[in-house]
């Protein structure tokens, strides 16, 4: 029976479709083999990434092959990964750059708003990474039969188009000199006397065969999201409680009538349990219409295994949600994103011997809205720059690195830090009070 190479496959399906006698499935991300198979090799003929064989190990290309050193490696190429990693090598780190997925920004998992005053902070608008331009917002907060609506104009942004903005991100810190790789997962760290020498990649890279290679570096800078595992490997303490997590659900709905330039928000505990229901243009029509709910409260709102019935989900709420609005009843769903976003303070300490946290790994999110965008490049730029001056200096000890973490605190920490103690002085069902939408409206400008 001939062997898939997850690490390698890249779920094109191109095998599937030569297979003489429909051994191969492709279910959905992972292509599975059945005993029906009859050794024909066809598919292997047909495979571009080499990743099915007779039980051979496919042959290594003879392209660049890693480097066993570099002065930084940064995991995981969303915004704050990139960002750190241009950062560096501008500054003239030698710096890898590895992302577990093999497509930089894909699948997306954000609602794609940000201001246009924190964005173009770090780099001109272009119209490849935009979807529409926004000028104003409206809040709605519902209390029982109590409804509330607030304007706020002159909240200038824009939503996004994440995969591609992900992947310019990813291009500028190559052209700046960086080393990206794909499909390179981080797996482990090399640890020394408990500080931290390097790290441990998987890659089903194409370029240098598969396997598991260990990396050393000066500094690794962990941008690898909510999903993050890097910090927890270096004894951080980064567990997100319920409470602190927003479980989200959202459909790009298309053949909507909006306002173009409007983006708006519900907060209501029977449309969305502690967090908020958005809808945000994405210009011709068409919509991101999403919403979070808070962990604790979504389990506390019943049984909610998926599939069986009458039990709940959080795609239900958003269903619901849109199902009850007759503008967007009307629309259709292109595609659905779901993704947790964590509002939780920042762990204790975010750096340690030879390792900085940043982004949503850090947990370096707005409590109020579950903005992390801007807050991840910012992050990563200041730890990027931290790091080139402790490998000039030669200490990459936890105390020289704790410069990133004042330098944070000073930048957006303690913003962030007055956002997650307002969210947590109103109770959720008390979030539609006006003095709570009055800060969420600040907070969104
Ligand atoms: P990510 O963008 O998550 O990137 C982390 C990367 O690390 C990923 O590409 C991942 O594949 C990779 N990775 C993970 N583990 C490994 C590993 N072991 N090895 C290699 N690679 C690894 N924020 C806003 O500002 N505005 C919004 O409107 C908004 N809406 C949102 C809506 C939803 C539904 C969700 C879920 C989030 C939303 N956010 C929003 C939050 C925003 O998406 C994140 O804060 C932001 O993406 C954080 O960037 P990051 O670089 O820290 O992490």
Redesign the pocket.
């Known amino acids: 029976m001939v062997i898939v190479d997850v690490h390698r496959c890249a779920y094109c399906g191109g095998c599937v479709s030569v297979c003489p006698v429909a051994a191969l499935t492709l279910e959905e991300t992972r292509l599975v083999v059945d005993e029906t198979c009859i050794n024909c090799e066809d598919c292997i003929t047909a495979c571009p990434v080499g990743a099915l064989s007779p039980g051979l190990r496919p042959q290594p290309s003879p392209q660049t092959p890693l480097r066993r050193r570099y002065d930084l490696v940064v995991?995981?190429?969303?915004?704050?990964?990139s960002l750190a990693t241009q950062t560096a090598a501008q500054a003239g780190l030698s710096v890898l750059l590895?992302?577990?997925?093999q497509e930089?920004g894909s699948p997306v998992?954000?609602?794609?708003?940000?201001g246009y005053d924190r964005i173009t902070a770090f780099l001109e608008p272009d119209a490849r990474w935009i979807s529409a331009e926004i000028t104003k917002a409206e809040i709605t907060a519902i209390a029982g039969d109590k409804h509330q609506v607030l304007g706020a104009d002159g909240g200038r942004g824009y939503i996004l188009e994440r995969r591609v903005f992900?992947r310019v991100l990813a291009e500028r810190a190559a052209q700046a000199g960086a080393e990206v790789r794909v499909k390179?997962?981080?797996?482990g760290l090399i640890m020394e006397n408990c500080r931290v020498r390097g790290i441990k990649i998987r890659h089903g890279d194409y370029f240098n065969g598969d396997g598991e290679i260990e990396v050393e570096a000066q500094v690794i800078i962990a941008?690898?999201?909510?999903?993050?595992?890097?910090g927890r490997w270096a004894g951080l303490d980064t567990l997100l409680p319920l409470g602190d997590t927003m479980v989200?659900a959202?459909y790009l709905l298309a053949g909507i009538n909006i306002d173009p330039a409007c983006t708006s928000y519900w907060i209501s505990y029977e449309i969305a349990p502690g967090g908020y229901a958005w809808v945000?243009p994405k210009g011709e029509g068409k919509a991101n219409v999403?919403l979070?709910v808070q962990a604790d409260l979504w389990q506390a709102a019943g049984p909610h295994s998926a599939g069986s019935e009458g039990q709940e989900t959080v795609l239900g709420y958003l269903t619901r949600f849109i199902e009850s609005r007759s503008f967007l009843a009307q629309g259709y769903p292109v595609t659905l994103?779901v993704?947790?976003?964590p509002v939780a303070l920042s762990p204790e300490r975010i750096m340690t011997d030879g390792l900085m946290l940043?982004?949503?790994?850090a947990r370096q999110?707005d409590a109020l809205t579950?903005?992390?965008?801007?807050?991840?490049m910012s992050a990563g730029q200041l730890a990027a720059r931290v790091a080139v001056e402790a490998i000039e200096v030669g200490d990459t000890s936890a105390n020289f690195l704790s410069r990133y973490e004042a330098a944070w605190e000073q930048r957006e920490g303690r913003k962030l830090k007055r956002n997650y103690r307002l969210r947590e002085k109103f109770p959720p069902e008390l979030r539609a009070a006006e003095r709570f939408i009055q800060a969420f409206a600040l907070a969104v400008q």
Request: aromatic share 2%; charged share 15%; net charge negative.
């Open positions: 995991v995981g190429a969303g915004p704050g990964g590895v992302e577990k997925r930089i998992r954000c609602a794609e708003g940000v992900d390179t997962a981080a797996t941008a690898d999201g909510v999903e993050s595992q890097v989200c959202q945000f999403g979070g994103v993704g947790n976003v940043v982004g949503d790994a999110v579950g903005g992390g965008i801007i807050n991840a």
